[in-house]
């Protein structure tokens, strides 16, 4: 089944943190089965606090979202994600 990344930014707080995230995530990506769908798009709020950017990215499964989050590629780059920005983050499983 199907399973989502969802990233929300709601502000940031070091670009240069952000920047050297944005240059280490793609590399992250190598080996995973990954489907970006929205990447920091338009976005209107129509509920809750203002969101700065969003990201969502489509995983075959559950268990492969896991997979690339938990990598110690992407958990060194979370590093830089952490620093230079706040976020609610989370891995959902769709419907298919």
């Given at each position: 089944?199907?399973?989502?990344?969802?990233?929300?930014?709601?502000?940031?707080?070091?670009?240069?943190?952000?920047?050297?995230?944005?240059?280490?995530?793609?590399?992250?990506?190598?080996?995973?089965?990954?489907?970006?769908?929205?990447?920091?798009?338009?976005?209107?709020?129509?509920?809750?606090?203002?969101?700065?950017?969003?990201?969502?990215?489509?995983?075959?499964?559950?268990?492969?979202?896991?997979?690339w989050?938990?990598?110690?590629?992407?958990?060194?780059?979370?590093?830089y994600?952490?620093?230079?920005?706040?976020?609610?983050?989370?891995?959902?499983?769709?419907?298919?």
């Open positions: 089944m199907t399973a989502y990344f969802v990233a929300v930014r709601t502000a940031i707080k070091d670009a240069d943190a952000m920047q050297t995230y944005g240059e280490m995530v793609p590399p992250t990506m190598a080996g995973h089965a990954i489907t970006p769908l929205a990447v920091y798009g338009k976005v209107r709020a129509t509920d809750g606090p203002a969101t700065d950017g969003a990201v969502i990215i489509a995983f075959p499964s559950f268990a492969e979202a896991e997979a989050y938990d990598s110690p590629a992407y958990q060194e780059a979370l590093a994600r952490l620093k230079g920005a706040d976020y609610q983050t989370f891995i959902i499983e769709g419907v298919d």
